[in-house]
């Protein structure tokens, strides 16, 4: 077990770099560095303020103005940009608009008129909570710590037990206007408190400065952090094991047959990405004697509970016995058990001026033995998603072993869910991408045209998996997408798609990392020149075993997943104008290509009845940036045509109908065709990217 003293958290505000900010930039460099450390509080969670003096744009004078974080921001990594601005004399008089609690959701409308220098940002929900505490710092946070405290039965008392008077508490209230003039009404009524603890939510503490206010929230949160780990050190955390883990090969293996299977289940309204974790604090959750009852309790911070919905669905999976086919017999039963429960969950607790029904489907599912799994609409969500339910066993471990834990109640947990504010707020989502929720796998994913398509394919919202059979490669190819796209968005994986256990554990790390995949682009592939009599067996057999027999297996373990999804999916073959156009001193590359675009064939016809397309593209002299033109096929096809290397392009760009080269990302734009909903209704068909070539039209 952990030290108490590694599990405190470290001071990291630096004079050095604080000294000569200006108050907002103070602001700004408390939150980032609070955010930093998610034991404060959670991805997208918490909110830090203060209230600076300015110079009113109008009037010249020095006005107070209150900074605070925007709707929907991150206190970790936002910047300036990113707080809400608004005049504290006006935020003031809003008071005197107020009509009591049935009606405080309206006065977030008015708080846009309070805006200082036409600030665009979004003022959020929790804006009066800063506004009214009369203290000019104020941070709000979501430390695992304070709410295992606010989630216990005996909240109250134990938050007097920790702290004394220093901090103070208050009983649960959805975060909105009301909520505010609580605070104030504590501040004023107590103000020698540096804090308060909300019930089931978090923690409130205020200073004078920006470091007294950092300084107090990480010593109020250390103090909890403490006190929890002394009073648990002997207790076995939910009520001790009943489950063994299985190996990590074991547990990884188990989510590559899951993890496909139930994003079938729960893509019916979009495509899902999913997020494995078997972290050693999830593996000791779901290993519990209590999760299931615990579980059951759903969570209680609201944060917690709007990322992972009112419960999680718990899999019949023993790891004792590891019959993974017996609980996928028994998945589509689990499933629709949970949407019955959270259909009538809706049911029982709508209004007459709810939202709709949103998706039944759950979120997060506990494997006993195994891990979690979480789903959402892309797989930064769907990850922050499991980030939260960690949160929320942090919590239960502390709040189940020192009183009995509480999760919010239905109806206060409803009302957050499917709170007009909230819809209002997803209404105002920008639309999907063509591509959200869709996981390819692009096979040559580091040569020219296959990084292209990735690049395409993750600009549309895609997730994908690079493989590669050269490492030095791959990892160039990945730190440039990354860099561009995010790290949630982009895998590799070293693959020979000649070797089958290489491709099959391509295929298994696909479904592990995302859920599944529904494009694949079989877009290896080599290239050689030789006269037919000076064509060796070995040469031969290497075209034939890259560009057909390599197609066949990637294919073969990709339809595999995709009718176990039953999603349908789009498989699209990188081949080449030669596959149709017979190529001097190339018979052994032009026959491989022409089996390759013999086999789409065949597979458009088998995956139909599944939905699945597959289709080809076929580039011709796709120069620049492809990896098979360096080294001797570069050589060979310039010595084939009598010029030099320089001249090569030139001559095929000249050779073409419409006299224009052809790059990579003609090809991808291509691929992007055949993977979109555009082409949704073609299958069996060969797009021809080479800038016109008679010999190579099919028909």
């Avoid at 944060?303 to 998945?331: C, M, S, W, Y």
């Avoid at 959402?376 to 009183?403: L, Q």
Wanted: hydrophobic share 40%.
């Amino acid at each position: 077990m952990e030290s108490i003293e590694n599990q405190l958290l470290v001071n990291r505000w630096d004079d050095a770099v604080a000294g000569g900010m200006s108050e907002s930039e103070l602001l700004l460099y408390r939150s980032n560095t609070l955010g930093s450390d998610k034991r404060v509080t959670n991805y997208g969670g918490g909110n830090t303020s203060a209230k600076v003096m300015e110079t009113d744009p109008l009037s010249g004078k020095e006005v107070e103005v209150l900074w605070v974080k925007g709707s929907g921001g991150d206190i970790g990594s936002m910047k300036l940009d990113g707080f809400s601005t608004l005049y504290m004399d006006k935020v003031n008089a809003l008071k005197g608009l107020y009509r009591g609690v049935e009606f405080e959701d309206e006065m977030v409308g008015y708080l846009p008129h309070c805006t200082f220098k036409l600030n665009p940002r979004a003022a959020s929900i929790d804006t009066p909570l800063h506004a009214y505490v009369p203290r000019k710092h104020v941070d709000h946070v979501h430390a695992d710590a304070i709410i295992a405290i606010a989630a216990s039965k005996n909240s109250k008392e134990l938050t007097q037990e920790i702290f004394g008077d220093r901090i103070g508490w208050l009983p649960w209230k959805r975060p909105g206007y009301e909520l505010g003039l609580w605070l104030e009404k504590f501040c004023l009524e107590n103000p020698d408190a540096d804090g308060v603890v909300l019930e089931s939510h978090g923690l409130f503490t205020w200073a004078d400065t920006a470091k007294d206010c950092y300084y107090s929230t990480i010593g109020v949160i250390n103090v909890a952090t403490k006190w929890l780990a002394e009073k648990t050190a002997d207790v076995p955390a939910f009520g001790g094991a009943v489950h063994q883990s299985l190996a990590r090969e074991g547990r990884r293996a188990v989510a590559v047959r899951l993890m496909p299977a139930i994003r079938g289940f729960v893509s019916g309204n979009q495509h899902m990405v999913g997020h494995f974790n078997d972290s050693d604090s999830v593996l000791e959750f779901v290993n519990s004697k209590d999760m299931e009852a615990l579980a059951a309790l759903g969570t209680s911070c609201p944060d917690h509970f709007l990322r992972t919905k009112i419960r999680p669905l718990v899999v019949g999976f023993d790891p004792a016995q590891n019959d993974i086919d017996a609980v996928l017999e028994g998945l589509p039963a689990q499933v629709a058990a949970y949407r019955e429960d959270y259909t009538a969950y809706y049911n029982r607790c709508k209004h007459d001026n709810s939202p709709a029904l949103r998706d039944p489907n759950a979120v997060v599912y506990l494997i006993p033995g195994v891990g979690m799994i979480t789903f959402a609409k892309d797989k930064g969500t769907a990850r922050i998603s499991g980030e939260f339910y960690v949160n929320a066993i942090n919590v239960m471990r502390g709040a189940s072993a020192v009183s009995e834990y509480c999760g919010l109640p239905e109806q206060e947990a409803f009302d957050i869910e499917y709170w007009l504010l909230e819809e209002a707020k997803l209404q105002r989502m920008p639309k999907p991408k063509s591509l959200a929720g869709r996981v390819a796998l692009v096979t040559g994913g580091a040569g020219g045209i296959g990084s292209a398509t990735a690049e395409r394919y993750l600009s549309e919202g895609a997730c994908v998996m690079l493989a590669d059979i050269n490492p030095d490669s791959l990892t160039a190819t990945e730190a440039v997408l990354t860099q561009q796209f995010g790290k949630d968005v982009v895998c590799t994986v070293l693959m020979d798609v000649t070797d089958e256990n290489a491709v099959a554990h391509a295929l298994a790390e696909t479904s592990v990392e995302f859920g599944g995949i529904d494009i694949l682009v079989s877009n290896a592939g080599i290239a050689s020149s030789a006269p037919v009599e000076e064509t060796s067996l070995d040469l031969w057999n290497k075209n034939m075993d890259i560009l057909s027999t390599g197609y066949f297996l990637v294919s073969r373990e990709t339809f595999k997943i995709m009718r176990v999804q039953d999603m349908g999916g789009s498989i699209v073959f990188v081949a080449s104008k030669n596959g149709l156009a017979a190529s001097p001193n190339a018979s052994a590359y032009c026959t491989a290509k022409a089996s390759e675009i013999h086999l789409a064939r065949c597979l458009a016809l088998e995956g139909s009845e599944a939905g699945i397309r597959v289709n080809v593209v076929n580039p011709d002299a796709v120069l620049r940036g492809s990896k098979i033109w360096e080294g001797d096929w570069l050589e060979q096809r310039a010595s084939t045509y009598g010029t030099d290397k320089e001249g090569l392009e030139e001559m095929y760009r000249n050779r073409s109908m419409l006299k224009r080269s052809v790059l990579p990302k003609d090809i991808a734009e291509a691929c992007y065709f055949f993977a979109a909903e555009t082409s949704a209704k073609s299958t069996g068909n060969i797009l021809n990217v080479d800038a016109g070539n008679v010999q190579a039209f099919t028909r």
